[in-house]
């Protein structure tokens, strides 16, 4: 079974060519990570990892910068934000205005200033980081240069602002803290970085083999031959990359959204959608790929099909015109637009650049058109030299050239045809000869030399009338072959005078069959006639059509296999008369239909056999000149000839 059709091994590649890729980029990420924060491959503590204190100080970050965007001119100290939560606990001073914002719910031991800088000052037990001039904080990694060079800081660092912060303990564990996030991340990346440097490379590796089979095998069905394209293969390619734009751009909003979201919903959000790309892209990549397989990528695009159209319309209208018409076109076409171009190269450079595309394009097209004259002449210059083998591509050539390429491919082939036929035919007058030759040779010695042995002996001998009866023998067989040649001659030329008239061909078979019966017999041959219902008439000779039939039914009897049946069929079609004979030979035929056809050829090789092998030939003649078809098929030992009138 071809594994490029095998559609288990592909379905299974299509659910571990995902799972390669996923494993391929999260071991990447893990080894990044762990490289850049090489505490984590100590298994420390989350809170003591410099992760968090990024995550700490990334959170501080962004407050102040919604702070110092969204700040007003307060009548109150202290604006509460208790909608703002990301784990953190904040207090953030504008020291000019006096305005102090904070996420602490207001209550008695939270309603002044001084009461929320204590509320900080009081829980130093955990993680806080305060800056009031200074750091000072309980948060290992996070010092004052990780905020000097920060934007969201600067404010911070000339004094405009005060920050006091610390832990939410009861809500950094929750879905709503953008820690638990960054806990989850450090602990996959402290229990796997390890493993990691192991199954990266085998991801890739595996990535790629996938990546590579799912290719070699799109476009290819168990059951369809070639590439097998799918309707959607089969749309405009710009329509199609259309299409899939617009669904990757849907696609792609929600992971825009989900950027907003410090939450697991955020990562699902961006899981579903990356998952969705994916699935957009890799259909995307089949049907590019099956379109450039079956060789459609180009020709299955609007411009292609623009291309074409414009290109037969303009053949309609110019195969109207005669060569020197056409020649007329293009050369005041070309002189037109060189004047247009000429004229504005004095004011535009990029007139002048067309202009001399212009005149390198002429320069190509008689380069090339003088290439394709070239060809044609070394092909009629091999032609004339008696090369037979000549073929000129006929895709390779346009226009008028085309059209001398076809009449050139034709001449050749019609040259080969006529090389070959006269050959052949030189064989077959040199076979002729041999076989004439040694056909009237072998009873002309035989009579020869029983001549000369009645010299020796003379007629009185007890021998002499056994040699009479040999000579007597061979010289009918001599007469017989004689005749035979001179029929075959007079058939093949048409010297033949045909007196055509309406015959039964039913009754003639039968007549025929019932001469032959005590040959049949000899043989155990069985003949079993089928006819048609009605008598049927056909136009012929009867003297030569009886030669016909008694030529085929004497090859049966001298060539077909003994204890065996000898089917007679006479069948009408319409306007025609179809009579078939077929036996099974003795030996198995060793040559072909057309072979057997020729002169002085016989089913045995040995020659013999009683007989000139001129039958068939002579039949195959006789059956022409009366406007009749003769045919002969051989399969293995079964002989069957159709004559049809």
Not at 30 to 49: A, G, M, N
Not at 367 to 385: D, Q, S, T
């Amino acid at each position: 079974m071809d594994l490029k059709e095998s559609f288990i091994l592909k379905t299974v590649c299509h659910i571990l060519l995902p799972i390669m890729i996923l494993t391929a980029i999260f071991t990447t990420i893990v080894i990044v990570v762990s490289e850049e924060y090489p505490e984590l491959k100590e298994k420390k503590d989350f809170f003591q990892t410099e992760i968090f204190s990024d995550q700490y100080i990334s959170q501080i970050g962004n407050t102040i910068y919604m702070v110092r965007r969204q700040s007003t001119e307060s009548d109150e100290p202290i604006e509460y934000r208790s909608y703002d939560n990301q784990g953190i606990f904040y207090l953030i001073i504008n020291n000019e205005t006096g305005i102090a914002y904070t996420n602490i719910a207001k209550t008695g031991n939270t309603d002044t200033i001084d009461k929320l800088k204590e509320f900080f000052l009081n829980r130093q037990n955990i993680a806080y980081w305060i800056y009031d001039g200074q750091v000072n904080t309980s948060i290992p990694n996070l010092e004052e240069t990780q905020i000097k060079y920060n934007y969201y800081f600067e404010d911070v660092i000339v004094g405009h602002y005060s920050i006091y912060s610390c832990l939410d303990e009861e809500r950094i564990g929750s879905l709503n803290s953008s820690f638990i996030n960054a806990n989850i991340a450090a602990s996959l990346v402290s229990n796997t970085y390890e493993i990691s440097y192991f199954l990266l490379p085998i991801s890739l590796i595996a990535t790629v083999l996938i990546f590579v089979y799912l290719t070699v095998g799109i476009g290819h069905k168990k059951g369809v031959e070639g590439i097998f394209l799918r309707k959607f293969d089969t749309i405009a390619l710009e329509l199609v990359a259309f299409f899939f734009f617009w669904l990757l751009f849907f696609a792609a909003i929600p992971i825009m959204a989900a950027v907003q979201i410090d939450s697991a919903w955020g990562i699902v959000i961006t899981g579903v959608s990356l998952a969705l790309i994916y699935v957009i892209l890799w259909f995307a990549y089949v049907t590019f790929i099956r379109r450039i397989k079956s060789g459609t990528l180009l020709k299955n695009t609007l411009v292609y099909k623009a291309w074409r159209g414009c290109k037969k319309i303009a053949r309609e209208i110019l195969g109207n015109f005669n060569v020197n018409l056409k020649l007329a076109l293009f050369y005041g076409g070309f002189v037109l637009l060189s004047a247009i171009l000429l004229m504005s190269a004095r004011s535009s450079g990029f007139a002048l650049l067309l202009l001399l595309a212009l005149y390198a394009g002429a320069f190509l097209y008689l380069f090339f058109y003088v290439k394709k004259c070239m060809e044609i002449k070394k092909a009629l210059k091999n032609l004339y030299e008696g090369k037979k083998e000549i073929t000129l591509k006929e895709e390779d050539f346009k226009g008028e050239l085309k059209d001398i390429c076809i009449y050139v491919n034709d001449i050749s082939a019609g040259f080969a045809n006529a090389i070959e036929e006269s050959l052949k035919n030189e064989r077959f007058k040199t076979d002729l000869i041999t076989n004439v030759s040694h056909d009237i040779k072998t009873p002309l010695t035989s009579i020869i030399n029983y001549v000369d042995l009645l010299k020796e002996e003379g007629l009185e001998s007890e021998n002499a009338k056994e040699y009479l009866r040999i000579i007597d023998e061979k010289s009918l067989k001599l007469k017989k072959l004689t005749e035979d040649l001179v029929e075959a001659s007079k058939a093949s030329s048409g010297n033949i005078k045909l007196n055509l008239e309406k015959i039964n061909i039913n009754e003639l078979i039968r007549q025929i069959t019932g001469e032959f019966k005590d040959k049949f017999s000899e043989k155990n041959l069985e003949p079993i006639i089928t006819e048609a219902e009605e008598d049927i008439e056909i136009t012929a000779d009867g003297k030569q059509l009886s030669r016909v039939f008694d030529n085929l039914f004497s090859n049966i009897s001298k060539y077909a296999m003994p204890n065996t049946r000898v089917y007679i069929d006479i069948k009408k079609s319409g306007e025609k008369t179809k009579i078939e004979l077929k036996n099974i030979s003795n030996q198995k035929l060793n040559i072909t239909a057309e072979e057997l056809m020729q002169r002085f050829v016989r089913g045995d090789s040995s020659r013999n056999n009683e007989g000139s092998g001129l039958g068939l030939s002579i039949a195959q003649s006789l059956v022409e000149l009366q406007n009749g078809t003769f045919q002969l098929f051989l399969d293995g030992d079964f002989f069957r000839v159709t004559i049809e009138f």
